[in-house]
């Protein structure tokens, strides 16, 4: 089973981004702002799948508009919508089997989301100055904001006597904190490659229906979380600012 962990990446990237945005000198002559669209996995981490499983991963999609704001840090804005899955079965115990838990329970979820975002990208390397255009840029980065989530979702249970309490459907509005990290590619003067993978803390332990539910059969005390990763494809504006001299003066450009 595959088992993924962020502890520090939040704090870490709201860090760099506050910084970041103090100490940052400004941009070149030159703003950049990219549009993009980019297409992955969201995947959900709860009651019913306790540790990060790539095999309950479902595809998403999300689009984006970003914007330099100096060297270092660029904000992007992003809705992005996806599948989720888990179930009981998947969770592998002692020798790889299934607990005895969630062998008595037989859960399953199901369902999707949307969520609407802001984050502060703290990109390590200068990728906004491209003197050679015929030459590769990248920079991995790090990122942290807050995002706005409609979920919906729908728990069931294969065990006969569970079914009255476990058997729900729903609708979640909430608030999620996403960090995570990447890297982007420009692969010319426009178009530009990306990979990230994010981790949304939620503060709800109700996104699977089960927070309520006795404390023999769930773990109330963790509050759930979902995932995106992907890969993208963005296209770069540019916008050239004029010196001082030339905007105080328009005739200086005749």
């Given at each position: 089973m595959t088992v993924f962990r962020f502890p520090?990446?939040?704090?870490a990237g709201l860090?760099?981004?506050?910084?970041a945005f103090f100490l940052a000198t400004p941009a070149f002559a030159q703003h950049t702002s990219e549009l993009g669209i980019g297409v992955g996995a969201t995947n959900y981490k709860g009651e019913v799948s306790p540790q990060f499983q790539w095999q309950n991963s479902r595809p998403a999609l999300t689009v984006f508009y970003r914007r330099d704001i100096s060297t270092p840090v660029t904000l992007r804005a992003s809705l992005t919508t996806g599948f989720l899955r888990a179930t009981d079965a998947n969770v592998e115990g002692v020798g790889g089997t299934t607990p005895p838990l969630q062998q008595y329970r037989q859960l399953r979820l199901?369902?999707?989301?949307?969520?609407?975002?802001g984050v502060v990208e703290y990109n390590f390397l200068d990728y906004h100055r491209?003197?050679?255009q015929h030459r590769?840029?990248?920079?991995?980065y790090l990122f942290a904001g807050l995002g706005v989530y409609f979920a919906n979702t729908t728990v069931r249970s294969d065990n006969p006597d569970l079914q009255a309490d476990f058997n729900r459907q729903g609708s979640k509005v909430g608030?999620?904190?996403p960090a995570g990290a990447g890297i982007k590619i420009a692969l010319n003067e426009h178009f530009n490659l990306g990979a990230e993978i994010g981790a949304r803390k939620t503060f709800t332990d109700q996104f699977d229906h089960t927070g309520d539910q006795s404390p023999l059969l769930v773990n109330s005390h963790d509050q759930d979380w979902y995932y995106y990763s992907g890969?993208?494809?963005?296209?770069?504006?540019y916008?050239?600012?004029?010196?001082?001299?030339?905007n105080n003066d328009k005739k200086l450009l005749r």
């Open positions: 520090f990446a939040l704090p860090l760099l981004a506050g910084s199901t369902g999707g989301l949307v969520e609407a975002s491209r003197k050679d590769a840029h990248f920079s991995p608030i999620a904190i890969i993208s494809l963005s296209y770069t504006f916008k050239i600012l004029c010196p001082t001299p030339y």
